[in-house]
């Protein structure tokens, strides 16, 4: 076994543009990226669709399914094609808790669908919440209410009233005197409940006061408050405050004792705060007032090792064989890093969804506090601190794997600004730079890579011909670099995605890799 230290470096959200439109990566300045690319072995992965589990090519990669992939070397059936799976075969509806949820409609409870209104395909599909909708009308529930959470970043960024038609359109073709529904309350996504990894629950307490409590601005629709807000601010679809659907008897969907809530989201990060909020009985993040009594389901169960949340319609992958426990297995020690916004990602999602570690004392993680802040407003990001971290751990000596995330890429790519990106990518290149130096001083291997694309494409054309802000993440593929000039490294015919990086770190180690994974891309 070899046992030269590994680094491998995730530049979240860079890819290679097939258009050329808003293309940050190109733009910036990024002499050491271009040095590697031109003189280091390299390839392109892909890191969205089928390479990924996703259901077909046409679905974006994601931070998530991106790093399951990268962390366990194989393809597992993801998010939404999970979900389209249990949907057609009928699972979803025969599950517990399902039933469960239907249920509260005998005692004259509301059941609740509080989701991402969008067909992103990364945190939610608007046909999964039509096919519930249609089956809880089928089913006997006589009250449905829907909160509904604005993208813009997964789809075009002013896009909302596209689904909120197509929303509106099918609660009126359901809508007679046995079945009672409509929209209830809303929000921009980065405005409202979808915090993650803890970094602002001030949005999940607006979600709370906003779903739960019907508390805030109201409007007589959501078209209504959409156009209100975006002829007021100006703001895009993931920045519209908080809304509250009222009539003259007061808001339409309250949730109290007795109801039911749906999170109809299927990918975890951004669904976890909001599901402790209903779920746990000690609960100190805000004041909730009084927690009222509901059947709480997610649509996946968002993470195995909390049991959060304890009710859920779809089983979610059960990923074995990572890399993690390869290496753990051949005594080799394990060091990942990043800032919040991308700490659940080297961790967690890597680890093939498991908040723990598989051994204490081979694995050490360490989370960078994100800023606080709009980060187009500081486009750097953590990128130096992460830096800083990862060469501390090289020259600790204690480490065989290294892994750490830039998030600059993707975090600032979804706010639209692409002046920010070259920003952001010039000053990731800095960091590439002092890494690169550091991994030959030490005689390290360095890995560099993406998990999809994103900073690469900010710009698309519409179907009217306009060229406009893009937010969402690309289809195009990503890099795959290897630095070390005392290997005579070879790659091999692609194509390759993201699970065949795995194996690629175990053959860098000398390590024979599970008969499950994909093949290693080093000949």
């Known amino acids: 076994m070899n046992k030269k230290p590994v680094l491998l470096v995730v530049m979240d959200g860079v890819g290679f543009s097939k258009t050329g439109l808003g293309d940050?990566?190109?733009?910036?300045?990024?002499?050491?990226?271009?040095?590697?690319?031109?003189?280091?072995?390299?390839t392109r992965l892909q890191a969205h669709g089928t390479a990924v589990g996703l259901p077909s090519d046409d679905d974006m990669g994601n931070s998530e399914v991106g790093h399951n992939a990268l962390g366990c070397g194989q393809v597992y059936s993801q998010g939404a094609k999970l979900v389209n799976e249990s949907i057609e075969n009928g699972k979803i509806f025969a599950s517990d808790a399902w039933k469960d949820v239907t249920a509260v409609s005998e005692k004259n409870g509301t059941v609740h669908f509080l989701g991402l209104l969008s067909?992103?395909?990364?945190?939610?599909?608007?046909?999964?919440?039509?096919?519930?909708?249609?089956?809880?009308?089928?089913?006997g529930v006589k009250k449905v209410r829907v909160h509904i959470l604005l993208d813009g970043r997964d789809v075009p960024a002013t896009s909302a009233l596209t689904y909120v038609d197509a929303l509106e359109e099918k609660l009126a073709a359901l809508r007679d005197d046995s079945f009672d529904a409509c929209i209830a309350s809303g929000g921009g996504r980065m405005k409202v409940t979808m915090d993650r990894y803890c970094a602002n629950w001030d949005m999940v307490r607006l979600g709370w006061d906003t779903h739960v409590k019907g508390l805030g601005r109201t409007f007589g629709s959501a078209k209504e408050a959409i156009e209100t807000y975006r002829a007021e601010l100006g703001c895009i679809d993931q920045d519209l405050p908080a809304f509250v659907i009222a009539d003259e008897a007061g808001p339409l969907g309250r949730i109290v004792d007795g109801d039911a809530v749906?999170?109809?989201?299927?990918r975890g990060d951004r669904a976890l705060e909001i599901s402790m909020a209903f779920e746990n009985e000690e609960f100190t993040e805000f004041d909730r007032?009084?927690?009222?009594?509901?059947?709480?389901?997610?649509?996946?169960?968002?993470d195995g090792d909390l049991?959060?949340?304890?009710?859920?319609?779809?089983?979610?992958?059960?990923?074995?064989?990572?890399?993690?426990?390869?290496?753990?297995?051949?005594?080799l020690s394990q060091y990942a890093v990043s800032e919040t916004q991308k700490f659940g990602h080297v961790t967690y999602f890597w680890n093939g969804n498991r908040s723990g570690k598989f051994d204490e004392n081979l694995e050490t993680f360490n989370e960078i506090p994100s800023d606080n802040i709009s980060f187009d407003l500081r486009p750097w990001m953590k990128c130096a601190e992460i830096t800083d971290d990862v060469i501390a751990a090289i020259e600790s000596g204690k480490y065989d794997f290294i892994r750490c995330n830039f998030p600059n890429g993707d975090m600032v790519g979804h706010t639209g600004n692409l002046d920010a990106v070259i920003t952001s990518m010039s000053a990731l290149d800095l960091m590439l730079a002092r890494l690169v130096k550091v991994c030959e001083e030490k005689g390290v291997t360095l890995v560099v890579t993406a998990d999809h694309g994103n900073a690469d494409e900010m710009l698309e054309v519409n179907k009217k011909g306009k060229t406009e802000i893009r937010t969402a993440h690309s289809l195009n593929p990503v890099p795959f670099i290897i630095f070390d000039k005392e290997r005579d490294i070879t790659f091999g015919e692609g194509p390759y995605g993201l699970a065949n990086v795995a194996p690629t770190v175990a053959t860098l180690f000398g390590i024979e890799a599970p008969d499950c994974w994909e093949k290693s891309i080093i000949e």
């Open 262 to 266: 749906v999170l109809f989201n299927f």
């Open 119 to 139: 067909d992103g395909n990364v945190h939610s599909n608007i046909g999964h919440l039509f096919a519930m909708l249609e089956h809880a009308k089928a089913d």
């Open 24 to 42: 940050g990566v190109t733009l910036a300045h990024t002499p050491t990226l271009d040095k590697l690319m031109a003189t280091c072995p390299t």
């Open 307 to 331: 049991h959060l949340p304890e009710r859920f319609l779809v089983n979610p992958p059960d990923i074995r064989n990572t890399l993690s426990e390869l290496l753990i297995a051949n005594g």
């Open 289 to 302: 007032g009084a927690r009222p009594d509901v059947v709480y389901a997610g649509m996946l169960q968002y």
